[in-house]
């Protein structure tokens, strides 16, 4: 498989800061991989999203030492717009990159910089507004959306320049649990039906585990850990230190393992946890029996 993005050895240190944000990252994700990046607040997760897509150090001055390409182009030498036809950002505050005064004109926006030809853009902001469920919104001011519909709004148009990567950085941190959900399902439907290989932040991780190829913890600029959620989640995790917390049901078999319940592994879905109860749960009944 192709890397999407291929990170070696990377450093960053911001403007007037004496310490590193990001300390010797490497790291490779695969085209059509659907990453968690995660990790307590501080770690360098923002950081190391932003210097994928060349924000730090074009934009954010600071010191970067090591490399990062996103399909073999280097991010610190390629322009924005040729970047942004690979890769899509959706920022930790979506308002942050909301600039025009309509949900037309906010996906729009992005195509007529580029250079689209007006029918392919009207063609490509029915399209996408239809995905991400804001259709008949499009005369509607940005600024009076709802938190979950602005998250919406800056996946459209990201989505819009059909990148083949799209980072989202904790696209659920400021929705109810009903946004949380929309947006969720929205991310699930882009790797599903549109084969884009995701990086998302996120400290809820839940929702994904089903379906994420791998977890990335950072800690203090570093990577701590990385894996299949089924590995990260196999031994108990310090969720004050790291900033996440586990699936419930894993919380669960960590009690039991706690009062001496042996368990054949650590579920992380109910329908692992309700295989794993059930067996346990038998196996006690035919020691009981024989008792
Ligand atoms: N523009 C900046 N200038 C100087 N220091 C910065 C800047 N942005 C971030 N930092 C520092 O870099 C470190 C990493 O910050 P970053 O925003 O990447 O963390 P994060 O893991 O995304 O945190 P959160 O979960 O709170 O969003 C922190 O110590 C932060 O204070
Ligand atoms: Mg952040």
């Keep these: 498989m192709t890397a999407a993005i291929e990170i070696k050895n990377l450093w960053v240190r911001y403007r007037g800061e004496e310490d590193y944000a990001l300390r010797d990252v490497s790291l490779e994700i695969k085209e059509g991989e659907f990453v968690l990046l995660t990790g307590p607040s501080g770690c360098g997760k923002t950081t190391l999203c932003y210097t994928i897509v060349g924000i730090v150090p074009r934009v954010i001055k600071a010191e970067v030492k090591g490399s990062v390409s996103v399909f073999g182009l280097d991010s610190f030498k390629t322009s924005p717009a040729e970047l942004s036809q690979y ?63 602005k998250q919406a709004l ?15 950085d904790e696209p659920t941190s400021q929705l109810d649990p009903q946004g949380t959900r929309r947006i969720t399902d929205l991310i699930l439907k882009l790797k599903k039906d549109f084969k884009v290989s995701i990086l998302a932040v996120e400290h809820k991780v839940e929702w994904a585990v089903n ?81």
């Design 87 to 149: 890769i899509g950002i959706v920022f930790q505050n979506p308002e942050m990159q909301l600039v025009t005064s309509s949900v037309y004109d906010e996906v729009a926006f992005p195509l007529e910089n580029l250079g689209f030809p007006p029918e392919e853009i009207r063609r490509r902001i029915r399209e996408v507004l239809d995905i991400v469920g804001l259709k008949g919104l499009e005369d509607r001011s940005p600024a009076s959306l709802s938190g979950g519909q």
């Design 211 to 291: 379906h994420i190829d791998r977890m990335i913890v950072m800690d203090n600029g570093m990577i701590k850990m990385q894996g299949r959620p089924a590995e990260i989640f196999s031994k108990k995790i310090d969720v004050e230190r790291y900033g996440f917390r586990p699936p419930q049901v894993s919380e669960i078999a960590y009690k039991l393992l706690e009062r001496g319940i042996i368990l054949p592994s650590i579920p992380i879905s109910l329908k692992d946890a309700y295989e794993i109860f059930r067996r346990v749960l038998e196996d006690g009944k035919s020691t009981c029996r024989s008792n």
């Design 154 to 168: 800056a996946i459209a148009s990201v989505l819009a320049l059909r990148p083949k990567i799209i980072i989202l």
